[in-house]
């Protein structure tokens, strides 16, 4: 079973970039690689999702145009880059995977410590 771990989080002002880390314990064959991302009190919601061969890509309405998912697969390791963020950016964020792209929480196992973005005004 494939082991993911999320890093990069941290405080950064409105405006700001962050660049979040998935890397995976081994090659993730098959796998559509997908960022969610959760706030205290609510649901866990899809973010970002990149198909094995990275061709495909697939955002929420609220962070397109801001976010960029990709993928190195010779490094096990899945990218979120965050530009222009918001205040309600701020969630924990958490990278799991699948065979195929979903928007769906419940569809995938269990999930990791996930990392902390913070954006202040």
């Known amino acids: 079973q494939v082991q993911l771990v999320e890093s990069g989080g941290g405080l950064v002002q409105a405006g700001g970039s962050l660049r979040l880390s998935c890397a995976a314990s081994?090659?993730?064959?098959?796998?559509?690689v997908h960022w969610f991302r959760q706030t205290p009190g609510k649901e866990r919601e899809f973010v970002a999702a990149i198909t094995w061969s990275g061709i495909m890509t697939y955002y929420a309405d609220s962070v397109k145009g801001r976010f960029t998912i990709s993928r190195d697969n010779a490094k096990n390791t899945v990218y979120l880059q965050m530009n222009s963020l918001k205040p309600e950016d701020t969630a924990v964020y958490y990278c799991n995977v699948l065979p195929m792209v979903s928007r769906t929480p419940s569809d995938f196992g269990s999930w990791g410590q996930g990392t902390q973005v913070s954006v202040s005004l």
């Open positions: 081994r090659r993730t064959v098959n796998g559509a």
